[in-house]
C-alpha cells in the first residue's frame, strides 16, 4: 500500500512486503535517473532492471514520480547544521549541505520532476520536503546561531535570508545547466553577510583565524565549502 505522495505503508494485512525488492527498485529507479534523466525512467525498465514486476513496483509507489522522490530521498543526506562560533565558516558548511544535496541529483531531474509534481499538491508538498525544506532547516539553523551570538543586525529577517540562498541555489539547479559552484557560493555568502553582519570585519578576522589554524597557511581561503 502506499501514501497519497506514493511514499509506501504498512499494509492491512496480508504477506509482508519484500524489502529487498524495494532496495533493488530504488537502485534500479536511480541508475536510470542518473543516466538517462527523468524522460528515460519507466515502471517498466525500472522493473526489468530491479528484477520485478510492475504490479509490484505499483503496490509500493503510485506511479514514476513518487518513485523517483523516493529514490531521490534515499540518497539524500542532510547532517545538523554546524556551531562552531564562526558565522562566515559555518555558513559556508551549512550552504554546502544545501549545494551537497541537490548536487545528488542532475539538475534536469530535479528540474523535471518539479514540472510533474507542481499541479499536484501532495507531490508538491512531498517534493519540497524531500529535495528543499531539510537543507533549508540547516541554513536557518546556522543564522539563528549566529543571530544568537550577536553577529548578526537585529533587524535582519532570517527567513528572508534562507529564501535568498535557497533561491539562488534552486535557480541554477531549476533553469541552469549545472548546480551553482563553491566559488560562486562563496561569494554570495561573503556578499550577504557584508550587509548582514553587524561587524563583517570581525567575521573575517575569526574565519581567517580559524583556516589558518586548521590549514596552515595565511593564504587559505576565509569561506570554505565542504568538497
Known amino acids: 500500500m502506499s501514501s497519497a505522495s506514493g511514499i509506501p505503508t504498512p499494509g492491512g494485512g496480508g504477506r509482508p512486503r519484500d524489502r529487498q525488492i524495494d532496495r533493488a527498485v530504488l537502485d534500479a529507479a536511480s541508475a536510470l535517473l542518473d543516466s538517462g534523466g527523468y524522460a528515460q525512467l519507466t515502471l517498466e525498465k525500472v522493473a526489468r532492471r530491479a528484477g520485478t514486476t510492475r504490479p509490484a513496483i505499483y503496490r509500493r509507489w503510485a506511479g514514476r514520480a513518487p518513485l523517483a522522490l523516493a529514490a531521490i530521498a534515499a540518497r539524500m543526506s542532510v547532517p545538523e547544521a554546524p556551531d562552531t562560533g564562526c558565522t562566515l565558516c559555518d555558513l559556508g558548511e551549512s550552504l554546502g549541505v544545501f ?66 540562498f535557497a533561491s539562488l541555489v534552486q535557480y541554477r539547479t531549476l533553469f541552469g545547466d549545472t548546480h551553482l559552484s563553491d566559488t560562486e557560493a562563496e561569494s554570495a555568502i561573503e556578499l550577504v553577510l557584508r550587509g548582514l553582519a553587524v561587524d563583517y570585519d570581525a567575521l573575517l578576522a575569526r574565519s581567517a583565524a580559524l583556516e589558518l589554524e586548521h590549514r596552515g597557511g595565511p593564504d587559505a581561503p576565509h569561506v570554505h565549502l565542504p568538497g
Open 99 to 164: 549545494l551537497g544535496a541537490y548536487r545528488a541529483t542532475r539538475p534536469d531531474v530535479l528540474a523535471a520532476l518539479y514540472a510533474e509534481c507542481a499541479p499536484d499538491p501532495a507531490l508538491r508538498e512531498r517534493y519540497l520536503a524531500v529535495v528543499v525544506e531539510p537543507s533549508r532547516r540547516a541554513v536557518a539553523a546556522t543564522l539563528a546561531h549566529a543571530a544568537a551570538r550577536g553577529d548578526l543586525r537585529e533587524d535582519v529577517d532570517q527567513d528572508q535570508v534562507v529564501d535568498l
